[in-house]
């Protein structure tokens, strides 16, 4: 069993900022777990606008608090966010989140960020696979 608090992980290597300010992932539960999914807790920015694609990651995203825009880029298509949408990127979709409020959102990517990734220029987490010995210590 694991047990976290997003308490005990602020301030340690599993609390990542943007370095442009923009947003903060709390990633609470990782690669290296051994459980096949990271969980992160993602707060961003009020009045900011973000580009992401996770060209090699499926994210499950619950928006808990603010409210914001949602554009698909792949179709222009636009939707709201508030408290309790949930969207979910299964086809890899370039999308961009504009935070009318500060956002705090529930994140789970399948494969899961070990998390030491960065976005690159596009926005894209690269695909880091967890060291098989790192997984089977957090398994055993």
């Known amino acids: ?75 222009g298509e636009v939707y709201p966010l508030a408290p309790g949408t949930m969207y979910l990127l299964n086809g890899h979709e370039r999308h961009t989140v504009e935070a009318t409020t500060q956002l705090r959102m529930l994140c789970v990517f399948n494969p899961p960020v070990v998390g030491t990734e960065v976005h690159d220029d596009n926005g894209v987490y690269p695909l880091v696979e967890v060291p098989a010995q790192a997984a089977n210590a957090a398994a055993g």
């Open 1 to 75: 069993m694991i047990v976290r608090t997003t308490e005990e992980i602020t301030g340690t290597e599993r609390d990542v900022a943007a370095p442009n300010g923009n947003w903060r992932s709390k990633r609470i539960v990782l690669g290296g777990d051994g459980v096949g999914f990271s969980f992160h807790e993602t707060t961003i920015a009020a009045g900011s606008v973000n580009e992401f694609h996770y060209a090699n990651h499926i994210e499950a995203v619950w928006l808990v608090e603010g409210e914001g825009r949602l554009t698909d880029r792949e179709t």
